[in-house]
C-alpha cells in the first residue's frame, strides 16, 4: 500500500508529548528539494476517513479537503508540548500568507484520545489559535482508523507528565513550547505521531512537517501545495 512510505518513516517522526527536550529540525532535508519538509516516496495519496466535527457533523476527511491545500495533525488537547507548538506554528504560518492564499486552506485536527477530547472540549482547546481550525473526534477504535488509513501510528497512552503543584491542568514548559492553556487536569499523556501532514490541491501528500520545521518552512510551502 502506498502509505508504507509513511510507516518507514515512524521511527524518526513518532514523539511522545513531554520528553524533556526542543524538538530538532529534520537532518534530512536534501539541497534542490521542492518542500522544506521530509518528501515521501512514493507520495502517498489523500487519505479516506470519516469522524465528526466539533459541532457534533459527520466530516468526512477526503470529500470535504478534496482540491485544496490540507495540513492534517493527530493529537489531543492534554498534551503539554508538542501539540500546541504545531498549531501555534500553524497560525503563524497563515499569517505569513495572502489572505486569498489564507482562505483556500484547510487545517485539521484528529485527537488521538477519546476518553477525554469530545467536542466541546476540542473545539475550545482550537479556538486558542484559530476558530477555522476543523476539530474531529470519535470512539477510540474510529480515531485508530483514521491514523492507520493516515499511515500513522495510532497514539498510545503513557505516564503523567509532571505538573506545578497545587495546579493539576499547568505543567513546567520545555524550551519552545509554544504559550496555551489546558481546561483540566493533565493526567495521562499519549504518546503520537508530531508531525503535520501537509497535501496539496491535487489530492497528495508530497510533504510532511516533523517538530522543529518552522512556521516560515510551512509558509513558504503553501503556495506550491495551493498550485498541486
Not at 79 to 106: H, S
Not at 195 to 208: Q, T
Request: charged share 15%.
Amino acid at each position: 500500500m502506498r502509505r508504507t512510505a509513511l510507516l518507514l518513516l515512524l521511527p524518526l517522526l513518532l514523539a511522545g508529548c513531554s520528553v524533556g527536550r526542543a524538538p530538532e529540525k529534520p537532518a534530512n532535508l536534501t539541497a534542490g528539494a521542492a518542500y522544506h519538509g521530509v518528501e515521501p516516496v512514493p507520495v502517498p495519496p489523500r487519505p479516506s476517513f470519516a469522524l465528526r466535527d466539533t459541532s457534533g457533523m459527520n466530516y468526512d476527511f477526503a470529500a470535504q479537503t478534496r482540491g485544496r491545500p490540507t495540513l492534517l495533525y493527530f493529537g489531543y488537547t492534554h498534551c503539554p508540548d508538542e501539540c500546541p507548538t504545531a498549531m501555534a506554528d500553524i497560525a503563524a504560518a497563515l499569517r505569513r500568507v495572502q489572505p486569498a492564499l489564507r482562505d483556500k486552506v484547510r487545517v485539521v485536527f484528529v485527537t488521538t484520545d477519546a476518553a477525554r477530547d469530545n467536542g466541546a472540549v476540542v473545539r475550545r482547546w482550537l479556538d486558542q489559535w484559530s476558530t477555522s481550525y476543523v476539530g474531529l473526534v470519535g470512539s477510540q477504535a474510529e480515531l485508530d482508523a483514521a491514523a492507520t488509513a493516515t499511515g500513522v501510528a495510532p497514539g498510545a497512552v503513557g505516564p503523567s507528565p509532571s505538573t506545578v503543584p497545587g495546579h493539576p491542568d499547568q505543567h513546567v514548559e520545555k524550551p519552545g513550547t509554544a504559550p496555551h492553556k489546558h481546561f483540566g487536569a493533565l493526567g495521562y499523556s499519549v504518546a503520537h505521531s508530531n508531525v503535520i501532514y501537509a497535501f496539496d490541491a491535487s489530492d497528495r501528500l508530497p510533504v510532511l512537517y516533523p517538530g522543529g520545521v518552522t512556521p516560515s518552512d510551512i509558509a513558504a510551502d503553501l503556495p506550491v501545495l495551493a498550485r498541486g
